[in-house]
């Protein structure tokens, strides 16, 4: 048995990095055949044609590619040997072929973790990288449960953005001089993003200091309503997009600062349980695939079985792009979502795992 655990295993894995590498290299062709004229815009020559593809894979395909693979990987290690009968052969020995994929599920759980490790360092780095080459001019960190933003001679602090209702939240703005000294600040609890570059504030304080005497009081002014011409619609956008490319830990603390400050953070919530279970799809696909690996061995088709296999794919991301609509509406439900989603596909495929027939 420990042979054809060793077989199994390492063909899963053999197939694994192969899959991988060979479409990590098809969608960094089609990307380059797609953008070739976006990337030859950039003039950077090959430097930037390297640095396009190894941002931007990462950060559009690699959580998505993963658990694909898996799959692929799974259902060619289980298909291939079924076809040629050496299912047929293993069983005929007394070994049923649910204790042949025990090391196939263990790898791909161990994959899992890996691919948790991968979201929450490569392609986290890859989504800022390129966010920041997007949009040239501006940086967005995230410190102490808020976003700061630097744009030009302005630094933004802001505890919450929503695109969709074009508010922010916890705004302060501070105004530098050329040599860098503070030369005026306005905070507001809340302000409303208007036509063109004009901002809101709501109940705005704002402070003028005097940079040629740092010691002099700031001239400060109580005001009910503030419009000032500070950012574009597109800034608000990239505040408001900023929360996905948090690690989850930063994410943790970004849900609570909004919970504590008596904000709704079901979206996030429902953000981080999503990125939470993300990984976990890469161990759901692999149980997915060996049924329909199995099944190669009556039905003597790969096509057939893979087929299948696109549908039943298909229908779970279906399922969780429904999901992911109703989280970023906030709906509550929906932070459970993710793992419903699991939920029932893992007992989809372990009940077809256990009617193989032994």
Known sequence: ??????????????????????????????????????ILDRHEGIKGIATYLFLRVPAYYLRDLLPVTSFAAVF???????????????????????????????????LSVVALLLNESVVLKATREWSRIQNPG???????GSFWYHRGDSIYNVQHADSQTRTLHGVSVFELSPTGRLIKSVKSER????????????????????????????QTRQLVTLDRDVASERDLALLDESAKTLS?????????????????????????????????????????????????????????SA?????????????????????????????????MNMLVFFGFGGVQLARVPR
């Not at 293993?90 to 042949?100: A, C, E």
């Not at 994929?101 to 790898?107: F, G, I, N, S």
């Not at 504030?201 to 200091?209: I, M, P, Q």
Request: with cysteine; hydrophobic share 50%; charged share 20%.
């Open 1 to 38: 048995m420990r042979i054809l655990s060793r077989y199994f295993l390492a063909s899963y894995l053999t197939l694994f990095v192969s899959i991988l590498a060979s479409a990590t290299v098809a969608i960094m062709v089609i990307e380059m055949m797609l953008n070739f004229d976006d």
């Open 307 to 339: 087929l299948l296999g696109i549908v039943i794919i298909g229908i779970f991301y279906t399922l969780r792009t429904t999901v992911d609509v109703f989280a970023a509406g906030g709906v509550s439900a929906a932070v459970a979502g993710p793992w």
């Open 138 to 144: 501006g940086e967005i960190t995230f410190r102490q």
């Open 76 to 110: 060619f290690a289980l298909g291939l040997p079924a076809r040629a009968h050496e299912i047929t052969a293993i069983k005929s020995g007394g070994i049923s072929p649910q204790r042949t994929v025990v090391p196939l599920l263990c790898a791909a759980a161990l």
């Open 248 to 304: 989850l830990r930063d994410l943790y603390d970004y849900i609570a600062v909004q919970v504590s400050d008596g904000r709704d953070a079901e979206k996030y919530r429902a953000m981080f349980h999503a990125r939470l279970a993300e990984p976990v799809t890469v161990l759901l696909f692999a149980l997915l695939a060996i049924p329909l690996g199995l099944a190669v061995e009556r039905n003597r088709s790969l096509a057939t």
């Open 191 to 218: 302000v409303e993003v208007r036509e063109g570059n004009r901002w809101r504030f709501n109940g705005a304080v704002e402070r003028t200091f005097d940079p040629s005497d740092p010691a002099a009081p700031p």
